[in-house]
């Protein structure tokens, strides 16, 4: 079709006495068609009234300053003044703070409409974990599968363990209309793809003699492959031979290979398969990021009946939402009809949880709109805070959506009164006995008495100084991640790179507790140690004012820093000087111990004050400035061109990269990096280092 013939038919769709409907592709290119198409309408019909409408919009809005040529396109088309501008999305979260954050309205002109589903709906309600044969739910942890997988006789699976299987184990326990989406690799082109995991799924329950039917989709298109003993019946559905693939990807028992389906339409597959198995025959269907929004798995006759959902901590809620939205639809007769009493799903207990309740938290929105509320006031509980049932933000690590720091806008529209549900219950199951994560929440919360930010050397040095319990960084920096993935503590947005609270260079990211500590003193064993009470939980008014005094005075540091040190020498009853074993600063990590900063700070303050406070809880308190002294003793040049120490890549770190270069294409390292910051900012990679390491992942 000519460039003409294009414009034509642009033209066309504003014409006639109703007018038409132009659909366009959510591109740069497409956008600025349909702007020509308007400016031409308006020449012919000054005044022209067109309606803008937006589907999947919580996806149009990525970046906080509309760097994209796409959104800056978008932003010129909703310029054009449209008669309405109607927003739709399952997840429409994300771009309701967009417009609560923009404040270009009030929310009077704002008109939500939340459509109440029929009655053949399959929704969020009607989505179960899986259970194990002792009634017991079960989930994943977050990042716990990996790409090496684990072997089940003889055959190595990427992305499973025993509960993986465990939920194959359940699907194929069904008779009919089996249809299972697994979105746990995001692999392609790698090695542990999605065709290898596929594959050797079809090989494990072949040797059991169950056979079934793989199916993957992502950016290459869709691929079947059929089972041994079902070759020849394929043949009639006509599915092509896929030269690309060629050998690579032969099953060693049967000629069988990954053929490509005609056209990217999964439903048009699945109806296929069905009129040539039927529905006895099990389909599993393996992919990622084609998984997360826009396509509907289902035929005629199988709907989804399990689902698997691994995503990576670079993911936004919405896109969990949407992934597990996959299962849902006009589609409950199906599922009926098919045996099913829900959709089974195994997943991050955190993921599902907020699946639900941010349901709950769009209902309230619409329930107290109906009640008289505007918009932005339902929105953000400006007239009455929002139930605990609908507060998904305190259950989730992620952000909202692609825009960071939109959860900031609504995190104090909920009660304060947190209910204790079975998520509580899981996480505290999970760090009962675990002595490291007992230690580790104690001083977290002996750290938070003094200020709320901390890293991780400032809980090593707090643990082996107070406690008496030495960790290692890396220990105590894997805990801290699984804390985060819990909800128990929370990253703040300035960490790692750049300068710290006091201008030095930071190292290591900052957390803070997440809720409170004393909702973090729930989660503690009484066996492992002491649980602390309200009153340790209360800074005394002195430490509140000294550590206040010293935040707020950055001249006085250095003169700290040189009492401290002083007091490194003391006297003896002879009169002679002798070295405290207490030392203020230690060669090798540039550090302050707690006892001798606590002096130093006191009395370059107020000595009668000291002796009111005791030493221990002095230091504790304390602790987290460690950092403020070792930075008058630690501004050589030789500390600063010391060299960095290598970290190795992480299976995340992989996965993300990975999932960027088909998200955004090869070459793309800057964009990848963005879009992953949260994974990528942990040990500080460069775009650069990404492209080493696809390099070398692709060898």
């Not at 690590?397 to 204790?420: C, H, N, S, T, Y």
């Amino acid at each position: 079709m000519s460039y003409r013939e294009k414009n034509a038919k642009v033209e066309r769709a504003f014409a006639g006495l109703h007018g038409g409907m132009l659909v366009i592709a959510d591109t740069k290119a497409q956008v600025q068609k349909a702007l020509r198409g308007i400016e031409h309408y308006r020449e012919k019909n000054p005044g022209g009234k067109f309606t803008l409408v937006v589907d999947e919009a919580d996806a149009m809005f990525r970046t906080e300053d509309r760097r994209q040529v796409f959104e800056q396109a978008l932003e010129e088309l909703r310029a054009t003044n449209p008669t309405m501008t109607v927003m739709i999305s399952a997840t429409p979260v994300p771009f309701m703070l967009e417009i609560a954050a923009k404040e270009e309205t009030n929310g009077e002109d704002i008109e939500f409409i939340n459509f109440a589903p029929n009655s053949n709906y399959l929704g969020v309600e009607d989505i179960a974990p899986l259970i194990d044969r002792d009634g017991k739910k079960v989930y994943l942890q977050q990042n716990e599968l990996t790409s090496v997988g684990h072997v089940f006789d003889g055959t190595r699976i990427p992305y499973a363990n025993p509960k993986v299987k465990a939920l194959y184990d359940d699907a194929l326990g069904h008779e009919k209309g089996v249809l299972l989406l697994d979105a746990s690799s995001p692999r392609v082109y790698a090695d542990n793809n999605i065709y290898q995991k596929a594959k050797a799924v079809q090989a494990l329950y072949h040797k059991k003699g169950i056979p079934l039917i793989a199916v993957t989709i992502s950016g290459r298109g869709i691929h079947v492959r059929l089972p041994p003993g079902l070759e020849a019946i394929g043949k009639m559905i006509d599915l092509p031979e896929d030269s690309k693939m060629a050998d690579d990807w032969e099953f060693s028992l049967t000629s069988s290979k990954f053929q490509k389906w005609r056209n990217n339409l999964i439903g048009d597959l699945l109806n296929c398969l069905d009129a040539a198995f039927g529905l006895s025959v099990p389909i599993f269907v393996f992919g990622y990021t084609k998984m997360r929004r826009g396509i509907s798995f289902r035929s005629d006759k199988r709907v989804v009946t399990h689902m698997l959902m691994n995503l990576g901590r670079g993911h936004h809620t919405s896109s969990a939402i949407q992934t597990l939205g996959r299962a849902t639809g006009n589609c409950r007769d199906v599922l009926d009809s098919n045996g099913y009493d829900c959709v089974t799903v195994l997943t991050t207990i955190n993921d599902l949880t907020v699946c639900i309740k941010m349901q709950n938290y769009i209902n309230e929105i619409g329930r107290r709109i109906g009640k008289g509320d505007t918009f932005l006031q339902a929105m953000t509980g400006a007239t009455e805070k929002m139930p605990d049932d609908s507060n998904f933000v305190r259950h989730t690590f992620r952000e909202i959506g692609p825009i960071k720091g939109g959860r900031k806008l609504i995190q104090d529209a909920f009660v304060q009164e947190i209910a204790w549900g079975s998520l509580e219950d899981n996480t505290r199951e999970k760090y009962w006995e675990d002595t490291n994560a007992q230690q580790l929440m104690r001083s977290i919360v002996r750290l938070n008495s003094a200020h709320k930010y901390f890293d991780p050397d400032d809980i090593k040095h707090e643990l082996r100084e107070c406690a008496n319990y030495p960790m290692t960084k890396s220990s105590i920096l894997q805990l801290l991640r699984k804390f985060v993935d819990d909800c128990l503590v929370k990253k703040t947005q300035n960490h790692v790179g750049g300068t710290d609270r006091i201008g030095g260079a930071r190292e290591s990211p900052e957390f803070q507790v997440a809720q409170n500590v004393n909702w973090l003193c729930k989660f503690m064993n009484p066996n492992k140690g002491e649980v602390p009470n309200e009153e340790d939980l209360q800074c005394s008014f002195e430490e509140e004012s000294i550590v206040s005094n010293v935040e707020s005075d950055d001249s006085c540091w250095e003169e700290v820093a040189n009492s401290a040190a002083n007091l490194s020498v003391s006297n003896t009853p002879d009169g002679s000087k002798e070295e405290s074993p207490n030392r203020v600063f230690d060669s090798d990590e540039q550090s302050v111990s707690s006892m001798s900063l606590s002096t130093a700070v006191y009395s370059g303050r107020n000595s009668s004050t000291a002796a009111t406070i005791s030493p221990e809880k002095l230091g504790n308190a304390m602790t987290a400035k460690r950092k403020a002294l070792a930075v008058f003793q630690s501004k050589s040049s030789e500390k600063r061109k010391k060299r960095k120490k290598r970290v190795p890549y992480s299976e995340e770190e992989k996965d993300a990269l990975l999932q960027g270069v088909e998200e955004f294409g090869e070459g793309k390292w800057k964009k990848i990096r963005n879009h992953y910051a949260d994974t990528f900012d942990l040990n500080m990679r460069t775009p650069v280092n990404l492209k080493d390491l696809y390099r070398t992942l692709t060898k």
